[in-house]
């Protein structure tokens, strides 16, 4: 790109919402990160487990990119229903329904068997369909009841159990609008004297209960492997089958967060998710 600078000299430019120059080149400090709060604690006891920021993965961006610009273009990154060969997938690049962040998946690829050992996250990449843990894991004769129907998505039958991938949020998205100081604002934004700066959220909340992912280790490769350290929040739309079951499509990662392995051995640990974005 060409700079005027006094003179027309030659640039590197690399378009970002953070960007310095540096021996006349400019370069990303914050990358592919979108502004994010993702902050864990124990259910029962309110304990912190990790506040930490996730990063915005190519699917993320392009769903993005789309949303802002009114882009039609067929996305090229794989989805989770064909890598997972879920039940119900259909072969379409037609969306019928709103393509919406709706589900949350878990993994245990994140990190290496030390807590010290957390892999760097990369914009090219997700929770890889052999390290994603199934939510729900179900034996021979067992099923989900009515509820937990609404609930968990992503089914796989298998020849020894039905496994479920994907998780609704416990709660709504809700967007807040305020100071960073958290008052509140109005229509009279623009002409606020202020020294706080303004801030557009949305916030959610996920968890992993008492119930969710030990089966799975269980009935593989035991329950003191039970961990996960990876959490990604992913697009779909829905769409209803021939016998009224409802089959989110074309699932696949907005964001990634690699963080320490959380043991799971303990089955009567739950864990509560307090996520934030930041526009």
Request: proline share 3%.
């Amino acid at each position: 790109m060409i700079i005027k600078e006094g003179k027309v000299m030659e640039k590197e430019l690399i378009l970002n919402d953070k960007i310095k120059r540096e021996n006349d080149k400019y370069k990303i400090l914050d990358g592919h990160r979108l502004k994010t709060k993702i902050t864990a604690y124990y259910t029962d006891t309110g304990e912190e487990i990790f506040t930490r920021h996730n990063m915005l993965t190519i699917a993320g961006g392009a769903f993005l990119a789309r949303a802002l610009f009114d882009i039609n273009n067929v996305e090229i990154t794989p989805s989770y229903n064909t890598a997972l060969n879920l039940d119900g997938t259909i072969n379409t690049t037609t969306t019928t329904e709103k393509n919406r962040v709706y589900l949350f998946c878990v993994g245990k690829g994140g990190c290496g068997r030390e807590n010290s050992q957390v892999y760097a996250e990369k914009y090219a990449s997700w929770i890889t369909p052999e390290n994603i843990v199934p939510l729900q894991y179900l034996t021979a004769g067992e099923s989900l009841n009515e509820y937990e129907k609404k609930v968990y998505f992503g089914k796989k039958t298998g020849t020894t159990a039905t496994s479920y991938y994907f998780k609704r949020f416990d709660s709504d998205p809700r967007m807040i609008q305020q100071l960073t100081d958290g008052t509140p604002i109005d229509g009279s934004i623009y002409d606020m004297v202020t020294t706080q700066d303004a801030e557009t959220i949305v916030t959610m909340q996920l968890s992993i209960s008492k119930s969710d992912c030990r089966d799975y280790f269980i009935n593989t490769t035991g329950l003191n492997d039970a961990r996960i350290n990876q959490i990604s929040l992913c697009t779909a739309w829905l769409k209803t089958d021939d016998r009224g079951n409802k089959v989110y499509q074309d699932i696949r990662p907005a964001t990634i967060l690699n963080f320490p392995n959380e043991p799971l051995i303990d089955t009567e640990k739950a864990i509560t998710i307090s996520y934030s974005v930041y526009f």
